[in-house]
């Protein structure tokens, strides 16, 4: 059966800033994020690194960070890690496609989203923001969520702070008012700490890594095992939208 969702069915009027975590909130990434990360060290170092980047909703920003210091180098100035980032990231582009896939219900959800008039949907993300285009263009997400007023990975080093970055943009271009309130998506306990630390709704999804327990346990008050159920997650935005 097709689901069908009235345009503005949910939004009544009320303005809301939803923002989206990527990897295993809306995709699985199959591993590809960590090749990323790989390979741009490698680019910039003429080395593999020896461990694997320490992700879990960590920022782009700290896991270069974090693994240069592992490896006891000197970070290079961000430009530069930045673009490595971004020149692995899109030589991974058909690799994402054919390994990683995008999460159940995720394309419904955010359709149905996209059509609440008052709302924006967007991104809070540790990735870069090409990175970010690159993983949600690999299952034709991207048209889906408002990209330009999101936050990414190279606007901030601490996760909470991207949400003042999104709303600041959100109300500058989108003409959001400065009190409307902010709900972010997301699978770790890190986007759970981000919505405590600002004041952000939440809601929490146990499709990556960490169960259900686990993020409750971090604070989440609203915990869903994936984003399957779009009549549910509307429902639940709308809540915080009448808050």
Sequence with gaps: MKLMVRQGAYAGG?????????????????????????AAFAALTGTAPTTA????????????????HRHHLPEPDWATVEAALSEAGEARLNDLRRRGTALP????????VSVQGEWVSSLLTGNVAANARV??????LDPLLDLPVGAYGADAVDRPDLVAVARERVQRDR?????????????????????LATGSGI?????????????RAAGASVVLPDLSDTV????????????
């Design 14 to 38: 009320m303005q809301l800033i939803v923002l989206w975590d990527i990897d295993h909130t809306l995709i699985d990434n199959a591993g590809v994020s960590k090749e990323i990360y790989a």
């Design 203 to 215: 809601i929490a999804v146990a499709t990556g890594i960490h169960s259900q327990a686990q993020l």
């Design 135 to 140: 993983k949600l263009s690999a299952f034709d």
């Design 105 to 112: 219900g995720v394309r419904e959800t955010l359709k149905a």
């Design 175 to 195: 003409g959001v008012r400065s009190d409307a309130p902010v709900v972010l998506v997301g699978d770790t306990p890190r986007d759970v700490e981000a919505a």
């Design 232 to 243: 549910h997650v509307l429902g639940l935005l709308a809540t915080f939208a009448g808050r």
């Design 53 to 68: 980047a320490a992700t879990e909703g960590r920022t782009d920003r700290l896991i270069m960070q974090e693994m240069f």
